[in-house]
């Protein structure tokens, strides 16, 4: 069988000296020019500027280098229903702004926020 990561959403900082992130553990050192230690779950990891800091799924924190996370990550849009879009209903009532969408789109299509179901032009009358 194949397997491909499920889409995940992380928080991430981008390091830098003197960084404090809510719940995690930076312990900046002399010795790492810049750098600092971070707690993770599988003990210290080291963080370096320009790093990334990820806050897992579970709330854990790990550093990541640039390129790798480049390759691995992408901005996510902010919002709840991620899943699938949302619709406008049958009635042409936005689920959003609840607004009647019927004549003209509201601010929530315009900004593709909501689809429109099209289900009026499908009906026969
Ligand atoms: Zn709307």
Sequence with gaps: MKFRKKPVVIEAWKYEPGMQIEGCDIRESVFLNGGAFILTLEGQMIASPGDWIIKGVKGEFYPCKPDIFEQTYEPAEESSHEDKPLR??????????????????????????????????????
């Excluded at 689809?115 to 499908?122: H, K, L, Q, T, Y």
């Design 88 to 125: 406008v209903s049958s009635d042409n009532e936005c689920p959003q702004c609840e607004k009647w969408v019927g004549e003209k789109p509201c601010a929530c299509i315009e900004a593709g926020e909501v689809e429109m179901s099209g289900e009026a032009n499908d009906k026969p009358e």
